[in-house]
DNA sequence: CTGTTAGCGCCTTCAG
DNA sequence: CTGAAGGCGCTAACAG
């Protein structure tokens, strides 16, 4: 493999020169770049990458982490949306991606330091959300720059999040213009920041409406459908009345409408349903389910150009800026109780 | 931050000692390995990657690349799911992972040639599976380790696949076997090696029971739901008749669902259907759809524990071989005609 | 067992 | 506009 030497001697120069006409240096006379820009090409020259960074002390490579535990997480494509949108920013300014998916959150917070202490990368996207969060004050102590994907409740840190406390209060606004009154919510874990937002905006929306808030409507759920569906079993045995189910997932939404099939309630008559994240196959479901569809590329997109910006300019960093990506709700069939189907 | 000279002064020894402590060589009297260990302990020293890497001249990272167009690609977790075994895998061989995704096969073939020549990676995981495919050609030529997640039809390299054939001829025999004589298939992409083989276990099946083998109930669809059904509206429309649904991907037994209730045929007791990825949802669909559940997970870890192991020891990449992870047919009312529901 | 000496391939002053 | 020299941080013979 040919090294800039090489290039050098065949083009009759030396390697300092070559070195200015990959940089693009302008000081250098059109004829021994041309020269050069042959030599190169005559070798088949490509500079090392590895060689480079050494001397310049920077990588241009993101590292991305996240933690997940089984394939739970990719139920739906959130992630899978958010790297295409990373991808797709780091290609166009020179970037590379380096992935690691750990199993737990301390697995993560540690491969998240040695990327940075093993000076691999340049820059981390995080994606952790927990109200209280260790990992994100380890970043912030390393004085690494990172964005997150979601927001931070304690430290003031570049983010970029959908808009779960709007989105969350219009969907359950939705549900309210749709004559439900006594609205249920099934919650994720509620140690998560994204958790906490979607309850937010849902109890947001109540109260604009004047509707009371009965907090025994709320209810965690394991994540998954049937998660979902035992939520619901336990507010009906408390003798807790809903008549819509404001899902914090679509998994919940299904479960919900696996409630409603085992009860005989009809969708959306005498139960509205309304999910969150829009999976691919929500618009399949009978009846089609309405749902809060979230901009995850967008999302990837974002985080990577915040974080790319700042490294250029290290300025920014110093202050917090939080990107909100709007959601969209998506109304579908199992919200409709008046309009036309 | 700490390099290796500090450690070294502080340790009163030279550089190289340091190396080798790290290194873990065991021609180290433990007095002095002790006092390394206490320096870089108070130095809070980490080697510096990039600069072994330039030493070592590798980098113990791995490339993987993948193209998709849109969303498409993830409308079930395969991808996802192979980058957890790959990095699951990785993380235990101490090994990092380069993400890159192109939205076109010429982009990724950039990327991949790039990646290698740049000297950014040791290897590559790569995951086209066209039957005629440009970028193996070019990594053969370019003498890189990697290896493919599917097959090639051409050439001799290393891969890991899933059974396409066999889980094709299984499934259709299930289908046969609940009575269905009359058996369609909807494949994707002919271009692909995975829509080949897939349609050779079907045909197989046929064979084996006797069946006419009637090319016109083979139909190529686009990769939606909507494909699907109108792959089948045209079997339909050209007068071509069948009992059941052999679909290459679950978004088109979808399509055959929406068929089935656009026409008032009743599932399965009408038309029987199976469908290939056991997507998350499958089971919750009405009626709950049979699926060829591929182990996308395992793809990924024995991907990456082959290529690994070449990287190891060379010789093995001399040699062609071709790993094959069994699918599993989940069974479910969908194609169920005779049994208990 | 340990230190010295050269690189790995490129970039970057500093001269001229 | 171009070359020489030194360095990025670590590893790997080669001597002792």
Chains 1, 2 share one sequence.
Not at 101 to 126: F, N, P, W, Y
Not at 228 to 257: C, I, T, W
Request: net charge negative.
């Amino acid at each position: 493999m040919a090294t800039i030497k090489d290039v050098a001697k065949l083009a009759a120069v030396s390697p300092s020169t070559v070195s200015r006409v990959i940089a693009g240096s302008n000081r250098i006379s059109l004829e021994t770049k041309m020269r050069v820009h042959r030599a190169m090409e005559q070798l088949n020259y490509v500079p090392n990458a590895i060689a480079r960074s050494l001397a310049r002390s920077h990588t241009r490579t993101i590292g991305f982490t996240l933690a997940r535990q089984a394939d739970q997480a990719f139920s739906n494509p959130f992630f899978p949306e958010v790297m295409r949108g990373m991808s797709s920013v780091a290609q166009t300014k020179d970037y590379n991606i380096l992935l690691s998916i750990s199993r737990t959150a301390e697995e993560e917070k540690a491969k998240c330091l040695q990327l940075i202490r093993e000076r691999r990368v340049d820059g981390l996207i995080v994606s952790t959300s927990r109200a209280k969060d260790p990992l994100i004050d380890a970043l912030i102590k390393e004085d690494v720059p990172f964005v997150l994907i979601g927001r931070s409740m304690e430290k003031p840190v570049l983010s970029v999040n959908n808009d779960n406390v709007q989105a969350a209060r219009l969907a359950t606004s939705h549900l309210i213009q749709q004559g439900y009154h006594k609205i249920a919510f099934i919650s994720g874990d509620t140690n998560l920041v994204v958790s906490l937002d979607r309850i937010d905006g849902y109890k947001q929306a109540l109260i604009e409406h004047n509707l009371p808030l009965a907090a025994e409507r709320i209810v965690e759920a394991d994540f998954s459908i049937e998660g979902g569906f035992q939520a619901l079993n336990r507010l009906k045995q408390s003798g807790v009345e809903f008549d819509a189910v404001m899902a914090a997932d679509d998994l919940f939404a299904l479960g919900a409408l696996k409630f409603a099939e085992h009860y005989g309630l009809k969708v959306p008559e005498e139960l509205g349903i309304v999910g969150f994240n829009d999976s691919p196959l929500m618009s399949f479901i009978d009846p089609p389910l309405t749902s809060v569809k979230i901009l995850a590329y967008e999302l990837g997109t974002e985080a990577m150009e915040l974080l790319l910006n700042v490294l250029d300019d290290p300025e920014k960093a110093r202050t917090k800026k939080e990107i909100v990506i709007a959601s969209e709700l998506i109304i579908r069939k199992s919200s409709q109780r008046c309009e036309e189907e």
